[in-house]
């Protein structure tokens, strides 16, 4: 691509314009923004998009039509234009094999008649279907009946163009349609297929009439190609200035090339008849030596009159001509177009042909990239912009469609840097302060809050500094500023030491000034910070004057902030004298200097003239470039590209010069090692993807052109073929994808050996390498291979390793006398019901003879418990067979294939070309097999004679003799020696289990990952009601309603009033006793009582603190006269349960901040313990745990299998970036519902996302060879046992091997969800077994291998051994105090117990410690060990409950102070962390120690802790929920709250409110209690009072009357009395005198 600014000559042979401006074409492929922006992804390739003004945007992939909204989130409605339910494309219409340009299903896409008055949006379709016909829909409703053409108006060939357009003309204002196509391709096969009619052959532009949605069969007018003339292809169709335009190009189909001059054919906006206006060649050719006779994409800027084209020259089959001038833009003007393009015609049956020619240059300003795609796709060649914001454009590209803002103004970060960019869309917008759309900035009314690019960068508010008088700077603001209603106030501040030199203010209309007056002391100001503001809107600048004396120059004094004073002729402080018209700050005063010092440019053209007196022979020095290599280097750059050529010694200053296309920046560059005369290296950085012209400058003369480089994407791999080879190497390995031809080296990452370079032969689109060998590892190995792009390794899939191949025996045939065909066997099968497969000679052809009861004493390589027979891809190239003959003779065998069957595979090789092939037959011994790095013999195999069969079988009589002998024999010994070696047997499996239990206490590890990914906190909401409601999840969902969107207004008067009344502390806590002291107030209802308050005082903690405070020392004056100890200790109070609640809210920030990473390492660690080994699925037991009780002892024998796992793509999981090839680890012992477990964890954990669906939708498939076998737990095949119970199938039953490939699909509609499995099924406990009678009875009875549980004990070790470390760290961070502090609630409520106990008299410090254990580690931490799904979102099964509950009393026993005396009989739970028990018992005794020498936390500190805290849950719960369930309750007890007298007195009763104030009552107005709970009960109100008024006036004078002794009163007055009840109490005034008179 290139920039032109020169015009160039005229071409005389061809149509050619004059040359308009080639400015960059941008590849949208740059900076990584956008991944925010709205996409929509279809299952085929997009061929049309069209953007209607009120019905969203229309997308054609495939043969469907998708109807979207604007923002591409949601799809309106769906068109299957072929078939329903399939979006594919018709195979009978597939394209060929060479890409055409616009090859698509979709013509026309052309919404029309919006807005009219008497019809819909219509919108006008075009499709290859029907040969070619239109159709006509509804905007609104895709699917309702459509009016179709019956002939071809669009072309009905895939590769076909198609341009149109619909406009209204004529006296009654109908639609028309003008539309252009190529109906003829020069294609027999294709004619065929779709042959338009005799008329149409020659038509290249048609008219018609669309008014309604009616579409006329004949046209109104054509316009015919020339005779002889080929196929043009036409890029668009426009409308301008009353006339329709055309861009095309001729174009060959079959060859895939331009034939002919881009041109664009004018013909009249009219109706009725088609008029021809003449056509206009389009020259884009200059700086491209062939010209650029491909049109990619047209554009019309309507606004400025300008036309805009994509041109693009050929590059050859391989790309391999391709530059950057390869492509431009071309801009033109329409007028001279219409003007110029008069009756010219070439292309088209017209009379005229004077052509002519255009001319103008145009100029340009730097490209900007403003969206990048990541993926090598090809962009759709016409940008769609939004019909109602001018922001944005729609940009198609493969299948996805992307709503994107047409500039990135927030890149710009000053008001300057905004308005220099000269970006059209981007101003500076002062309410904002920042550079935006003119959309986005607000108001959009006032104009002086908007500075656009016409405005200039001088505009921009800036700070300024002059001199007024020579005694005087004054500081302030110039430039535009933002309107203003409030005053303007300007500091200017000592940034040493803090003080304000300057400081004043100004009303609204003026800019406010500060006057710094020349003192001595100022000069020792090194740094100041002037400040202007105004409302919210501040402009600040910090100004250095640092050694403002040293400067000798102007531009250097002025660049450093300080100030030339122009008659001194020196650099002076700011605030430093100097006459007000020498005093200059800005640069322009220093210009005429600049001048003058600029140096002359001196020319070169990688020449330059020597003049430097050192150089002993002065004259010319040539340098000689010759190549560059590498040509192509990735986006992360390259650190050795070398350049060859010559003289490079001789220069000593080197530089390469880069010169991109989406930027006019240059990438400057010094070489990095000149390495000699002709070779010379750079290091180039990275950069976007796209193409850049190279030069190399030598000591500053001109750049010597090296030609282009390419910057392209990182490698990418789609293919490892074959996945598989042999331990032993050798075999070519072929890697597909692309960009293979930038990677540094290609790795093989092995576990145990690490990474391996392998040589390797790679090009663009495949890399070919031998793969190495790992003989001496183990017999099956999965190895990553990887790529080396720079620093940055990619993987690129895995390769499994199995064992080398076995060969069973060789036959050599005699064809003929002139061939020999060698055949080299391989036998292989599976053991099965006592039969066992061995290899017998029975001629020349090995075979496998069964023998029946057969035992292998050593493994044999042929009786193998799975089929190996098809695992390896050989190809000719891996193998090379010799066979020796005569006295070490040798002749190669040509290798021809491989057979394979179910049990055999053979090698067939022949020897041609010889004369004695019987000869050599007979005189054959042995065939050398070579695989790669494998080389075996294999002897030939010799025929048996009967005299075999006459030794065996005589033999095998006697040994079946004596053997009945000796079996009578010794028939009565063994029933002696039964008991005996039963016992034996017991002490052998005994002795086997306790030495291979510690074995692995010693040498088992688990590989435990510390980056485990992001940690699945719950937030804040959740966390809370999980605590505070641990057992009633149904109060759970009713305070998740979203509050941030409730109006304050909204809120039941009442409500607000039960609100108020409860922030009185006397009121509050009398209420709570009143309840506690009730007998069937219970402790549930105590703890919801407790969580009800909590949540309605979330956001006033410092009050609900108060209230805490005075519950435990009334509960501390109960407990004191019993036994203090046990305070907190049980949740039997409300007291107890709100305490539980404060310490959640207060320190929910410290479990997140510190415990909560440690805490969920533990938990992730134990399930992968536990999952290492056996876990029954019944019982939930596993071989490996904490807890006894949940420990599997009837373990089976077990194994590790490795599978390979491919997934399935699928809708929900679509991305390009998902590795689908897994190798997962599964037990033969799993059940195949917990290898799918396993396995969606293995995906998770490579891909860092989830499959995209749940367990139950997605089901297991076997794949052998061919063949496909679904997994199931319970299917056919499963074993079932006695009485009936089925055993659920397991990876073993399947006999699945490793290296087994496995796939996972998605389920059919309608799938089953998860069987809930019944006493009538087993796993691993079998019926007969301990663990299942508890569950059964004991009913059945078994002869199984004799277990018992003591022997796996060490099993429960081994789990703490694997956890230990990772639990430490857990329990640390709870005792821990991060930067010496302890959290605000810890040291707060310690000591406030350390001061009641110091209060009360306690000497005893244990009962202050048994205090604190109480209320932080028991009514906590133990709470949060217990329940990990309380801090998570994870789900605690009940495996994971018995261990957690290990660790929690290992926890507490840590802060008990009694010391534990265990013996051998004590429980495992207890001895497991016997030993670790001391140790944290001393951690806690320093922690309890260090708080308390904390420095006391002051009351203000709390307090700010506290409100800080409330304003962070402000709006999290529905607090209505939470008072209407106080509410209950005190309607509840209402009786036993209220004590009220039996008679009401009469007379006239007067109550003082207020000084001067009375209330006269009579006894009409005097009601009695039961009538108020009456009301209250039955939700009516009273003389307008709503129900809640009742209750919340006699609970206020309940509480102000009974404390001076005084009888109740009722009153109607209740709105008044409840406000002025609440006023009183906020302001803090208690204990009111409160007047009564009977």
Known sequence: ???????????????????????????????????????WRSEQAIGAIAASRADGVFVASGSCLDQLDYSLEHRLSRLYRDQAGNCTEPVSLAPPARPRPGSSFSKLLLPYSEGAADLQGLLLTGWTFDRGACEVRLLGNLSHSSLRNGTEVVSCHPQGSTAGVVYRAGDQNRWYLAVAATYVLPEPETASRCNPAASDRDTAIALKDTEGRSLATEELGRLKLRGGAGSLHFVDAFLWNGSVYFPYYPYNYTSGAATGWPSMVRIAQSAKVLQFQGQAALDCGHGHPDGRRLLLSSSLVEALGVWAGVFSAATGEGQEKRSPATTALCLFRMSEIQERAKSCSWDFQTAEQNCVILGENLTSNCPEVIYEIKEETPVFYKLVPHPKKNIYIYLTAGKEVRRIRVANCSKHKSCTECLTATDPHCGWCHSLQRCAFKEDCVPLDNYENWLDISSGAKKCPQINLFRSSEDKTTVTVVGSLPPRRSEWKCVVKNLDTGRELCKGRSPPGRVCTCNMPTRATYKDVLAVNMTFSSGSWHLSKRFNFTNCSSFRECPACIGTDCAWCKSERKCIHPFTACDPSDYK??????????????????????????????????????????????????????????????????????????????TCDKDVIQVSH????????????????????????????????????????????????PATTWISGGQNITILGRNFDVIDNLIISHELKGNINVSEYCMATSCRFSAPSFKGSKARANVTVKLRVQETYLDCGSLQYLEDPRFTGCRVEPEGDTELEVKIQVCFSLISGGMCPLPFATGKVCSCLWVPSCTLISPSPLCSSQKENDDFNISKTDIEITLFHGENKQLNCSFENITRNQDLTIILCKIKGITNANSIDTSSKKVRVKLGNLELYVEQETVPTTWY??????????????????????????????????????????????????????????????????????????????????????FTHIFTEDMHNRDANDKNESLTALDALICNKSFLVTVIHTLEKQKNFSVKDRCLFASFLTIALQTKLVYLTSILEVLTRDLMEQSSNMQPKLMLRRTESVVEKLLTNWMSVCLSGFLRETVGEPFYLLVTTLNQKINKGPVDVITCKALYTLNEDWLLWQVPEFSTVALNVVFEKIPENESADVCRNISVNVLDCDTIGQAKEKIFQAFLSKNGSPYGLQLNEIGLELQVGTRQKELLDIDSSSVILEDGITKLNTIGHYEISNGSAIKVFKKIANFTTDVEYSEDHCHLILPDSEAFQDVQGKRHRGKHKFKVKEMYLTKLLSTKVAIHSVLEKLFRSIWSLPNSRAPFAIKYFFDFLDAQAENKKITDPDVVHIWKTNSLPLRFWVNILKNPQFVFDIKKTPHIDGCLSVIAQAFMDAFSLTEQQLGKEAPTNKLLYAKDIPTYKEEVKSYYKAIRDLPPLSSSEMEEFLTQESKKHENEFNEEVALTEIYKYIVKYFDELFILRERIPSGLHTVTTEPNEELELTNSE?????????????????????????????????????????????????????????????????????????
Request: aromatic share 10%; net charge positive; charged share 20%.
């Open 1 to 39: 691509m290139e920039v032109s600014r020169r015009k160039a000559p005229p071409r005389p042979p061809r149509p050619a314009a004059p040359l308009p401006l080639l400015a960059y074409l941008l590849a949208l492929a740059a900076p990584s923004r956008g991944a925010d922006e709205p996409v």
């Open 585 to 662: 700050t800005n640069q322009e005063h220093c210009q005429v200097a600049v001048e003058k010092r600029a140096p002359s440019k001196t020319a070169g053209g990688g020449r330059f003239t020597e003049n430097r007196s050192s150089r002993a022979n002065p004259g010319l020095q040539v340098f000689y470039i010759k190549s560059i290599e590498p040509r192509k280097i990735s986006t992360l750059g390259k650190s050795n590209v070398i350049v060859t050529g010559a003289n490079f010694s001789q220069a000593s200053n080197i530089t390469m010069i880069l010169k991109g296309t989406s």
């Open 674 to 721: 000149v390495l000699n005369d002709t070779h010379m290296k750079f290091s180039l950085p990275s950069s976007r993807k796209e193409m850049k012209d190279v030069c190399i400058q030598f000591d500053g003369g001109n750049c010597t052109s090296v030609g282009p480089l390419s910057y392209i994407a990182l490698p990418h791999c789609s293919l490892i073929y």
């Open 949 to 1034: 069969f006459l030794i065996v079988l005589p033999v095998l009589l006697v040994i079946v003799i004596f053997a009945a002998v000796g079996v009578t024999r010794h028939k009565s010994k063994e029933l002696s020696r039964k008991q005996s070696q039963q016992l034996e047997l017991l002490e052998s499996e005994l002795r086997k289990e306790i030495r291979d239990g510690f074995a692995e206490l010693q040498m088992d590890k688990l590989d435990v990952v510390d980056s485990f990914g992001t940690v699945p906190f719950l937030d804040y909401k959740h966390f809370a009601l999980r605590t505070f409601f641990p057992e009633s999840g149904g």
């Open 1566 to 1638: 005097i009601t009695t209690q039961a009538e108020i709970k009456s009301w209250m009960l039955n939700g009516q109100s009273h003389q307008g009072v709503p129900k809640f008024c009742f209750l919340m006036l006699p609970l206020n004078f309940f509480l102000f009357f009974q404390e001076r002794g005084l009888d109740l009163l009722y009153t109607v007055n209740c709105r008044m009395f409840t406000a002025r009840y609440c006023q009183a109490s906020q302001s803090g005034r208690r204990n009111q005198t409160w007047a009564y008179s009977r």
